[in-house]
């Protein structure tokens, strides 16, 4: 039976991980959340795309049918919810469980580090002035507690029509949305802020694979106060070249 393992997450660490682990005489099934991350992968004979959220069940039954040999949890630092679901998977089914951890970045200077978005929200409440979001559709929710949101948020989203639709229904302006694929430059980000007047940027720590470090450049060039959404301090893997150097050392060698 042919060797065959499961990344699960959509993040630029995973794509690379699919393109350099394809070359491998294996098969390699790929779930992202969506139909447009789907379309990031690359395509390869041997490799499979899933573009579908999965619950607890539904990860177990996949394990149970495939038969992976260990599965890879690339999965964006702050999808805490999908990684405590991939580990208890892998625990009932008695499967290896890997976590690629995206290296975390320090000494970003002045910063008000927070530990979620809605913490964000009730900081930013207490200021004036104008906000760049640049933190995801999925918690567009929690910065509409900030007073005059639709007036003072600026936001950049993925170009996806239901990030879109999302940030329009819960009334930020169309104005104010930018529908970009990243990571970014950090020129970019400055004109980005200084054509939005911010005064303040609000970022997760995504790491340098994300473009944390432009975003935090950017901020201090162009004079914008940084909100900093911490990740959890839970976080345990091996980082990108541990994993592909462990992977490709287990099925080179394999007969």
Same mark, same amino acid.
């Given at each position: 039976m042919k060797r065959r393992i499961w990344i699960i997450g959509g993040t630029s660490e995973g794509r690379g991980l699919?393109?350099?682990?394809?070359?491998?005489?294996?098969?390699?099934?790929v779930s992202v959340a969506t139909t447009y991350g789907a379309k990031l992968i690359e395509q390869h004979s041997n490799v499979k795309v899933l573009?579908?959220? @999965?619950?607890?069940?539904? @990860?177990?039954?996949?394990?149970?049918?495939?038969?992976?040999?260990?599965?890879?949890d690339a999965?964006?630092?702050?999808?805490?919810?999908?990684?405590?679901?991939?580990?208890?998977?892998?625990?009932a089914t008695g499967t290896e469980y890997l976590r690629l951890v995206r290296p975390a970045e320090a000494?970003?200077?002045?910063?008000?580090?927070?530990?979620?978005?809605?913490?964000?929200a009730e900081v930013?409440?207490?200021?004036?002035?104008?906000?760049?979001?640049?933190?995801?559709?999925?918690?567009?929710?929690?910065?509409?507690?900030?007073?005059?949101?639709?007036?003072?948020?600026?936001?950049?989203i993925l170009p996806m029509q239901d990030s879109l639709a999302k940030?329009?229904?819960?009334?930020?302006?169309?104005?104010?949305?930018?529908? @970009?694929?990243?990571?970014?430059?950090?020129d970019l980000n400055i004109a980005m802020i200084k054509h939005f007047g911010a005064k303040?940027?609000?970022?997760?720590?995504?790491?340098?694979?994300?473009?944390?470090?432009?975003?935090?450049?950017?901020?201090?060039?162009?004079?914008?106060?940084?909100v900093i959404i911490a990740r959890s301090e839970n976080e345990h893997g091996s980082g990108y070249a541990e994993i592909a150097a462990e992977i490709k050392h287990r099925y080179q060698t394999a007969e």
């Open positions: 699919v393109k350099e682990l394809a070359q491998l005489d294996i098969e390699i099934f573009p579908e959220r @999965m619950d607890l069940a539904a @990860m177990q039954a996949f394990i149970a049918g495939h038969k992976p040999d260990c599965v890879i999965t964006h630092p702050y999808a805490t919810v999908v990684t405590q679901t991939v580990k208890e998977a892998c625990a000494g970003y200077g002045s910063a008000v580090v927070v530990h979620d978005a809605a913490e964000a930013l409440s207490h200021t004036e002035g104008k906000i760049f979001l640049t933190t995801g559709s999925k918690n567009l929710p929690d910065f509409t507690a900030v007073p005059d949101y639709a007036e003072r948020i600026a936001l950049r940030a329009v229904e819960l009334g930020y302006k169309p104005a104010n949305i930018v529908c @970009m694929q990243g990571p970014f430059e950090e303040y940027l609000v970022t997760k720590e995504s790491g340098k694979a994300g473009g944390f470090e432009e975003k935090i450049a950017a901020a201090h060039e162009a004079g914008a106060e940084l």
